[in-house]
Structure formats: C-alpha cells, structure tokens
C-alpha cells in the first residue's frame, strides 16, 4: 500500500450522498413510539378477577411484589383479600409474574413511561393505580402459555363394564410417579385451607409427597384429621372448588393425594409408627361419645392423645356411623377403615359397639358418668317420599337399603330400580343397584348440572349404564294386585328461574305424565335425626330447633357439659365437617376440663 | 571533574527510568468497553507492561442463581453481557435440558437460531460503533447504532423487549413467531444487505481504518489455542473454529453457511471476519426462515415451583460474537441449581490475552485493541 | 463412530493414569474423569499435549459443604476429536491447596485467581495480585455454600421504607379460619 491512498481517502466521502436521504429516527418527544403488540411494560391487574393467590410474589426474583391489603377488597372464600403492589424500582419486566398468574389476571401493558419525582411513587398497585391499563394489555398469558399446570394427573379406574361386576374398589389410586406429578401441580397458595371445614394443611402434605417425603405428608394430614384415608376417598373435597389452579384448568386432586399418602401407611400399626403420635400422660378425666361416626372418633382420637379417658357407644356393630354404612364398598371398603378405626383404638379409644344409647344404656347415666360428654349421633332415619303408593312392597329409602347392603344384608330389588333424588346417596343407591345386577333410573326434579352429587360419581354412574332423567317430579306409584311397586308415574318439569336470585325452580308441566316401569322406588331426598334417646328432663337445656341440636362455636350445647357435632348440627352433612365438628369440640372439652 | 561526570551520568540514568510513566486507563474511559481498567506502564508511548483491574461490576449472580428457582435463575443470564445476551440465555437452557433430557420442539430451535443469529448482528453492529469509534470514526457507530435498532424493533416484536429479551428458556422459546414476523424479518434483511456496502466505504475501504489496525495486536497463530482464543479473534489467526460447526447444537449442522477466517491474527483481520459474519448471519436467517417447520415451539416444563433437576451435572457452549460462551450447571436434586458457572470468552480475552498482546503496543491502540477481541467487562465479573 | 473414540480415550487415560475413574454413559460427546487432586497436572500436560485435547473450555469449583469437599472442575476440549473431557478432582474442604497450573494455559491463572478469592483455596505457586474481582474483602470466601448472601445484604445495607404492610397470603389465610400449622409442617409451607 502506497502511502497515500486515493481511493482509502475518497470512498469514507460517499457518506456525503447521506444528506439526500430521510432521516430514519423518529422525533422524540414529539412523536413517542407505539410498543409492539407483545411489549412487557407496566404491570395491569384486573382486580375482580385476582384472587389474591400470590404466586407472582413467590416468582419474582428481585422481591419487588408484596401482597397487600387495600381498601375495598375483602377476603373471602377462594380469594385471600390480597393484591399485588410492585416495588417498579425493583422490577425487571422479565414477566414471570405473568407466565405463573392462575387465573391470567396479571398482565403487563404497552405502558412504559413512568416518570416521577417522589421515589416511593414507584411502589403502585397495578389495576388500582392504573384502572384503564385494561385497554393496554400486550404480554398476558393464555391456558397455552401459562407456566401452571391446568391438567390434571388422570385417576386409573376400572373399567365401567368391569365395575358392575362386583363391589370392587373403582378408584385405583395414584402410583409414586403419578402422585408426585400431580402434587409438584400445586403453587401452594393455601386458599383451599380457609374452605376445608377442619382447615386441613393441605398445601403442606401436598408439598411434602411432590418432595417425596410421603412419611411428613401423613404426620403432618394426621395433626388434625384421624380419618384422612376416609377422606382421602370420599370426601366431598370443597378445598378443589377453590383451587387457584381451577380458575383457568381443572383442579389439584387433593383429594386423591390425600388418599395416596395415606396409602403408604398399609397397617394401622405402620400409621402409629409414622405417626407416632405424642400421647399425654392420663389426667383422670373422662369423656363419653355417643356415635362413632367421624365426628365421635375425631374427637375420641384428639381427646385421647390430651390423656382423657374416653368411651365410645355405638349403637352398631361396627365404627364409621354415615361412612360405614351410608357410602357403598366400591368407594370405601371396609379394610380401609377398619384399618383406621384400628389406629384410632391402638392409641387408647374404648369403643363398645351393639349399645344403643336410651335402649341398651340410658343417656342419664352417661351423663352421670362421664366429666364431658359429646354427641355424634348423626342422621340415622331418612325422609320418605311422601306421594301416592309410598307404602307398596318395593318402596324404600335409599339410605335404609345401603345400610342394609353395607350390613351384609341381601335386599331384593328386581330387575327395575328407579332413584328418586340427585345427590350422593341417590348414586351411591343406583350403583349398588347396578351392581345386583338391576336397570336403574335416577329422577331428579333439576337439570343434570343441578345435581348435588359429586360430578365424578355422576360420571361413573353413567359410564356403569344408570339412565338419568333429569327434570321429573314423581307424583305416583303404581301397585300391582300383590300390593308391589309396578311402575312410577312422573311429571315433567320445566326449569323456572328464580326471582330472588336463587337457583332456577322446576316447575311440573300439567299433562306432561309420565310413566316408568318400575320393581323397586328409592327415596334418596334426605335424612333426619332421631333424638329419643335424650329424655326430658335434658330437652329444655339441649335445644332442638329444625332438627338438629343447637350448639354454640366451640360445640357446646345449652347444657355446659354436653357437646355435639355431625350431621345432627351442622347443615353441609358430609364427614369433613363432622370431623371439624368433633375436634373443635374436644379442643372445647379440653379447655373447660384442662381449667378445673 | 571525573565524580562530576560520573554523578551527571547517573542522573541521566535515573532519568531514563522515570520514563517508564503508569497510566491507568478506565474503569471510566470512552474507549474501554465497560467498567473495567487497564493499568498500563508506557516508555515514551510503547506499552512495556499491561495489568487488567476488574472488580467494578460483580453482581455475583453465581451465587445468586443458587438461592433461586431454575426457572427464576433464567432472568438473570441476560445480565451476563448485555450487549448479546441471548447466547447466554441459549447456554443455560441447552445445560438444563441435557441434565433434565428435556426434548426441544424442531420449530423451537429453529426460532433459537433466528434469535441468536438476529444477536449476532445486533452485536456486530455495536462493535462497529466501538471498533471504529475508537479509531475516531464516529459515522459508522452513528449508522450502525441507529440501524441496529431495527433489529431491536424485531426483537420487541418477538420478545416484548428490546435488550433483555429472556426468551429462550429451558423447553424451547417462550413465546411462538407473531404473524408476519418472518415478512418483516426478510424485509429487514434486505435493508442490511444495501447497507453493508456503505459501513465498507467507510471502514473497510477507509485509509485511516486500514493504517490503524493492519498489523497492531497482533496475536500469534501458533499460540492462539494455547492461550484460549476463542471465536472470531481465533478465526482472524487463520485458525478455523466455530462452535456451530464443530460441536453443532440446535440446528446449526442442517444450515449451510462457511466460517470464514483470516491470516495475520491483527485487528483488520478480525474486523474482516466479522464483517463476513454478519454476511453470514444473514444467509443463515434467510435459510432458518425458509425452513422453519410448524408445530410446537415449547416443551412445557412442571410448575416452576416444584421443578427439580437430576442430580449432575452440563455444560453448553455457544458461539456468541465474543466467542465460546458457556453455562456449567450443577445440580443436587433440589429446584435449585448447586452451583452455575458462566464461562464468557472476555474472560480470558480481556484478561490473561489483553495483558499479552498489548505489550510493545502504542498506548493510542489500546482500546483498537479491546475492542476487536470483544472485551465485556460484565462477563468476566458477572 | 464416537463411541469407539471415547473408548479408545478412556483406554489410554487409565493405561497412563491409573487412579483415574471414567464416566462414560453420555450419549453425546462428553467424557468424565474424577483423578486425585495429585494427578491433576500431569493429566492435564497428557491430554493437551499428547492427546490433542488443546483448548482450555473452563474451569470452576463446586462447594459440597455437606460432604465437606470441593471440587475442581476442567473442561478440556479437542477440536480434533470434538470431544470435551471433563477432569474433577475433589480438594478438603478445610484445607483446600492445589499447585499452580497457569504454566499449562496461562489462562489458568485466572481461574485460580477465582478460586483462591472466591473458594478459599490455596494455589501453590501462583504469580498474580492479591485481590482480583473483590476490593478488601475481610469476609468469608463468599462463593462457597455455607456464605449466606441474604443476610449479608441484610447485614449491610438497608431497606427501602414504605414495604413494610406486605402480608403472607398463607399465614393471612390461616389466621383468618385460626387455623394453626404445626411446627414440623411449616417447612413445607411456601
């Protein structure tokens, strides 16, 4: 190369033909650039849809979002009353927040100016500070992109067609590898624990089976439920309503992993060993139960392990009251809760069974007897359906035939078995009835969506061939010459919505009669109590209004030393509030006899 | 009158010494590519002795990404490098996948390679600010700065940032191709190909380019591995090495494009490497674009929360415009990493090389020189 | 093809290096040898310059607190083979020395630099300033586990005001339905 380089020094000149050109930057500030359509700028919130869960908190790295309360927003069930606020000085738009949101309500705009003087401005709560950031949502996350995961670990069943075979168990129950899958599901929120009636730790047990601690799982399900593995099957699990998962998938199985956990105990002598419960030296008092239903047996268990000395009385032959001889075999067997029953008495229960409390051993001298005494009678007669021919050979209620088939009674059905009724026991007695082998027809005064009956068991009824006809009002039936059920006559109904804002009403449509063949009707429109066995002079202190016991918060009724819990006091009837019923009652016992 | 001469000889002799002057040049210098310092000892303007400071940007984010998630652990690794951070976000998916064995959707990777290769440019185009500011030709930095925006608005477009993209995560990408991106990626392209020709009449063509960097830092050929050289400061020894082609990841070994090299081991021949890259850059984008199958573009991986890795350990390496950069992850079992290792090419570039080459260099080309080996302060730190 | 060649690796490093352990069940192209910290030299002079695995990748150290160990990672690579080889060797904790290896690849230096800063480990031998990315640090080395950055940026510096209304949302619930977790359940709280 020559020292001077003619065309090393005139080609850089060329920038020169620069000058004829458009500028191509644009005229800042006049003109502010439009951010793309997936541009990560400020925070949006939509306030009514967030519940308040909180794992954008738990994601981000730099802890620039804190859970606040604010004016206005209330917790409730299935939402804590907690809003996110950014800390903007601390935030690095990497929108995390917004990949774990559950219900998509976090999002962020195209926003991205914020200019402030006063530092601590930079702390605002998107939704409430930027109410209109709706308009300007760019990077948001759908049910495809959203780091949760919405789908659920499938259950393995038997075969619908297998099912009807036998009393088998249906529900296989989760392996390791499936459990651990659907546990490692759940953000751990903990909104579940408000709605359980005993305030299961649910995020706990869970957390601890994804972590593969399944031993911690069943201490930490046993702190506050000694009947998880009944639980675990047949709950009827309001914690899964609220799951933050469920508000854009399909929820946590709680319940499942319940089961799976205490599945790993297989003996009551493995559960005490898990367990290994701290048990209190004696303290002399002593604790009668009537019951032993899941509420006496929860509050037997708790009692026992503060050193009371507590008695069951049990009118049958066998512990569980409702769960034992309301809920067919297929879905609890037997094993499964004598296994229970068996860990419950190891820790020092008495259950003495076949003593029917005002026939075998009167109420007073229990009363006399004991320093406390609680009662978990629950709901033993049912309702009958109370229309034209009730009284035929063949017409029963639902509750009585399960009791007898869980009591190892033959029934004879025939071969046409109609259902009156949509909840759990009106399944629970159509399965069973598919079982000996009968057609069965569910009627049911709503719409199939109506149904109080777990959608799963719904769904399994169909899948084993029950027929449903949803909207029909039974109105007659039918006798043959030998005074037994021969058909069903029903009307159709035509839903009506309700003025007051409740659930739609059927109403019967005139003419619209119907009629099933029918060999057996089952009334399964709800049960009651029977309270005989309380004499007198106790009915003035222990109040029954509506059909069930008045009790205070902590369980107690009028009379100080008298406790009741279960299905005879609370209104939602299923075990878990029994169960919530008996514990907060021997927390109640144990304060007032602890005191003395 | 001979003790006089001899204490006059002494003096002079005294004198000469001093003239070895240390100058400390940074950590804050125009010319230095970051926060970092060059002490240098100088005779007259010829460099006898060179010593890399660095301490001015740690952030310890090693350390950091141990008390996160591995999902959380993802939005710190732009912060590696800021001006190419996307290789680095590409090291430390492809570790967590080859730990985990994570499956990547073909369309993910070919997004990948789009995002790495548009990268590659985005960074050339910053090193040409500083490779030819540093010469004091500020045009072309102007230029290439401005039009590096356009690939900054593809970016926004896919990423919904413009520097920190965090888009490549462990599964594939985060987010698929929005509609009509491939259009304006092309039409982009176009753009560059016209343009190429005006930053060469500037730099490449320029006298005063061509005297200041033909011949100055230079590094030796038979030495280059031996001390570590990575990237396109090695392929401008004239030794062809390139992550892409010799141990291919994603879909590098499906794409046809040449590694170029260059003979002389100074500044021009790694500036000429460079500038055939981004030549190269674009071929491959055009093919990515041409070829790229529909389908999945991510692996979803379980609930962030709950996500734990198999005990051991990876290591992903990625050929960003520095050089080899690579992520080392360790993994206990738990959802958090044991232990990451970031491996940036400045690391032994900036430091160990730097301190070697500018020996007997004019103190005038010192930041010439850190320049051209892709010297990221940030990245030796981290 | 691949597979033969790192066969034929791992037969000539045990035949040389008889205290080497090979893992060789990656299904890609990586191999890894666990050495004694003694051997570490001479194995590193073999593979570079007897085996072609010239290219220095990396080098880092792992802290196994538990197991009261760390461990030194090489990474070496062949650009002949395409091969990278993985040779670690593990250092007590408590008294964790190595010799100098910057005369293998001057880059080295660098390495052990890190390590001797941010691990604690004594490199015999080693030319290079005391300090290289800290400034008067009196501290623990804080890369190792057992440093808890947390509390060291508690110790140090301070809260912003203006946060201090944030709520759990686990405990908010659980105060609200007085539910109370026991003890041994809250780790696995959030």
């Known amino acids: 190369m020559s020292f001077f380089d003619l065309n090393g020094t005139l080609k850089p000149l060329t920038a020169l033909k620069q000058f004829g050109k458009k500028p191509h930057t644009i005229s800042y500030p006049k003109e502010s650039k439009e951010a793309a359509p997936r541009y990560r700028g400020l925070h949006f919130n939509d306030l009514d849809e967030c519940i308040g869960c909180g794992n954008c908190s738990m994601i981000c790295q730099n802890a620039a979002i804190d859970m606040i309360h604010i004016d206005g927003i209330e917790g409730k069930k299935g939402d804590s009353g907690l809003r996110p606020r950014i800390d903007n000085g601390r935030c690095c738009w990497c929108a995390l927040c917004v990949e774990v949101c559950p219900t998509g309500s976090l999002s962020l705009t195209k926003d991205y100016l914020y200019v402030s003087e006063d530092p601590d401005s930079f702390l605002w709560t998107p939704g409430k500070d930027n109410p209109n950031g709706k308009e300007q949502i760019s990077f948001f996350s759908t049910e495809e992109t959203s780091l949760n995961v919405f789908n659920r670990v499938p259950m393995p069943e038997l075969e619908g067609k297998e099912r009807v075979k036998s009393f088998a168990e249906v529900v296989l129950g989760y392996s390791e590898a499936e459990a651990r899958a659907e546990a490692s599901r759940c953000i751990s929120c903990g909104l579940c624990t408000e709605v359980c009636p005993e305030h299961m730790h649910i995020p706990e047990y869970i957390n601890a089976i994804a972590t593969g601690n399944d031993a911690d799982a069943v201490r930490i399900i046993y702190d506050n439920n000694p009947l998880p593995e009944m639980c675990g099957k047949v709950c009827t699990r309001r914690c899964e309503d609220v799951c933050a998962i469920a508000s854009r998938g399909e929820a946590l199985a709680i319940r499942w992993l319940k089961r799976y956990a205490t599945e790993t105990a297989a003996t009551a002598e493995i559960t005490r060993e898990i367990v290994n419960p701290e048990i209190r030296e004696a303290n002399g008092k002593t604790v009668g139960i009537i019951g032993a239903g899941p509420s006496g047996l929860t509050a037997a268990y708790y009692l026992a392990l503060r050193g009371y000395d507590v008695t069951i009385y049990e009118a049958n032959a066998k512990a569980g009251g409702a769960t034992m001889y309301g809920i067919p075999k297929y879905r609890f067997p037997i094993d499964s809760l004598d296994k229970q029953i068996d860990y419950i008495k190891s820790i020092g229960v008495k259950i003495l069974f076949n003593t029917k409390v005002g026939k075998d051993i009167s109420f007073k001298e229990i009363y006399d007897k004991f320093d406390a005494v609680f009662m978990g009678v629950g709901f033993p007669d049912a309702w009958p359906l109370g229309v034209d021919g009730d009284d035929a050979k063949g017409s029963m209620q639902a509750f009585r035939f399960l009791y007898m088939i869980n009591s190892g009674e033959k029934v004879d059905v025939g071969d046409k078995v109609v259902v009156v009724g949509g909840g759990n026991v009106a399944i629970d007695a159509a399965r069973v009835s598919r079982r000996l082998g009968a057609d069965v027809t569910i009627l049911y005064r709503r719409r199939v969506k109506d149904m109080p009956a777990d959608w799963e068991e719904i769904e399994g009824a169909e899948d084993e061939g029950v027929h449903i006809v949803p909207q029909g009002i039974p109105i007659k039936i039918h006798k043959d010459e030998k005074g037994h059920v021969k058909a069903v006559e029903y009307l159709k109904a035509k839903m009506v919505p309700d003025e007051r804002g409740g659930r739609p009403k059927p109403v019967a449509i005139e003419g619209s009669n119907t009629v099933i063949e029918a060999t057996s009707v089952m009334a399964a429109i709800g049960q009651m109590g029977d309270y005989s066995f309380l004499p007198e002079e106790f009915t003035d202190k222990i109040k029954i209004e509506r059909g069930r016991f008045v009790v205070n918060e902590k369980q107690q009724t009028g009379d100080p030393k008298v406790f009741a819990g279960g299905d005879a006091v609370n209104r939602t009837a299923d075990a878990i509030s029994a169960i919530a019923d008996g514990f907060r009652a021997c927390k109640a016992i144990d304060e007032m006899l602890g005191k003395k | 009158m001979e003790k006089k001469f001899l204490i006059l000889q002494k003096n002079t002799q005294d004198k000469m010494r001093e003239k070895a002057t240390t100058l400390y040049i940074g950590p804050q210098h125009p010319g230095i590519t970051g926060n970092m310092m060059v002490k240098v000892q100088v005779e007259g303007d010829t460099i006898v002795r060179a010593r890399t400071e660095v301490g001015y940007l740690h952030r310890a984010f090693e350390k950091l990404q141990e008390r996160r998630n591995w999902l959380q652990s993802f939005t710190l690794l732009c912060r590696f490098c800021v001006p190419e951070p996307d290789p680095v976000e590409e090291s430390y998916a492809r570790a967590v996948e080859l730990l985990e064995g994570r499956e990547v959707p073909e369309r993910a990777k070919y997004i990948r390679v789009l995002m790495l290769e548009l990268a590659r440019m985005g960074s050339y185009m910053l090193w040409y600010g500083g490779q030819s500011g540093s010469l004091g030709l500020y045009t072309i930095g102007q230029w290439t700065v401005g039009d590096r925006n356009y690939i900054l608005d593809l970016f926004e477009e896919l990423t919904g940032g413009r520097v920190y993209h965090m888009y490549i995560w462990p599964g594939g990408v985060r987010r698929d191709l929005p509609e009509g991106f491939a259009d304006k990626v092309l039409r982009t392209m176009d753009y560059f190909e016209k343009r190429l020709k005006d930053y060469d009449d500037l730099m490449f063509e320029n006298t005063i380019f061509q005297k200041r960097t033909q011949g100055v830092g230079v590094i030796p050929k038979e030495k280059a591995v031996e001390w570590g050289v990575v990237g396109p400061v090695l392929r401008g020894c004239g030794i062809k090495s390139d992550i892409r082609i010799d141990d291919p990841y994603e879909v590098y070994d499906k794409l046809d494009f040449i590694v170029p090299t260059h003979e002389g081991g100074d500044i021009w021949s790694r500036a000429l490497v460079r500038r055939q890259e981004i030549r190269q850059s674009i071929r491959i984008i055009r093919q990515v674009i041409e070829n790229m199958p529909s389908g999945e573009y991510y692996n979803r991986i379980p609930n962030p929360f709950k996500w734990t890795l198999p005990k051991g350990d990876a290591y992903a390496r990625t050929e960003a415009t520095r050089g080899e950069v690579a992520m080392y992850i360790v993994s206990d079992g738990s959802i958090h990493p044991r232990r990451t290792h970031f491996r940036g090419a400045a690391y032994v570039h900036g430091i160990t090389l730097l301190e070697k080459i500018l020996i007997g260099e004019n103190v005038a080309d010192i930041s010439a020189i850190m320049n051209s080996l892709g010297v990221c302060p940030p990245e030796i730190e981290r | ?190």
């Not at chain 3, 791992?10 to 205290?19: G, L, Y």
């Not at chain 3, 990315?133 to 110790?155: C, H, M, N, S, V």
Request: with cysteine; charged share 35%.
């Open chain 3, 1 to 190: 093809m691949m597979k033969e060649l790192k066969e034929k690796i791992v037969q000539r490093i045990k035949a040389n290096f008889a205290d080497a352990a090979e893992k060789n069940d990656f299904n890609y192209n990586r191999l890894d040898f666990t050495v004694k910290k003694e051997t570490i030299p001479s194995i590193l002079f073999y593979l570079k310059d007897e085996m072609g695995f010239i290219h220095l990748s990396d080098a880092n150290c792992v802290d196994w607190l538990e197991e009261g160990e760390l461990e030194l990672v090489f990474i070496v690579w062949s650009p002949k083979d395409k091969i990278k080889i993985f040779v670690r060797t593990r250092l007590d904790r408590d008294n964790p020395v190595m010799d100098n290896l910057d005369m293998i690849w001057p880059q080295l230096n660098t390495y052990e630099r890190e390590f001797r800063e941010m691990f604690g480990v004594q490199v015999t031998g080693l030319e290079a300033p005391d300090e290289f990315i800290l400034e008067d640090w009196q501290g623990p080395p804080p890369f190792r586990r057992d440093f808890d950055t947390a509390a060291y940026a508690e110790k140090t510096f301070w809260e912003r005001p203006g946060r201090e209304d944030a709520q759990d949302v686990r405990e908010t619930i659980a105060n609200r339905d007085g539910e109370e977790i026991p003890d041994f359940a809250k780790k696995y709280s959030r």
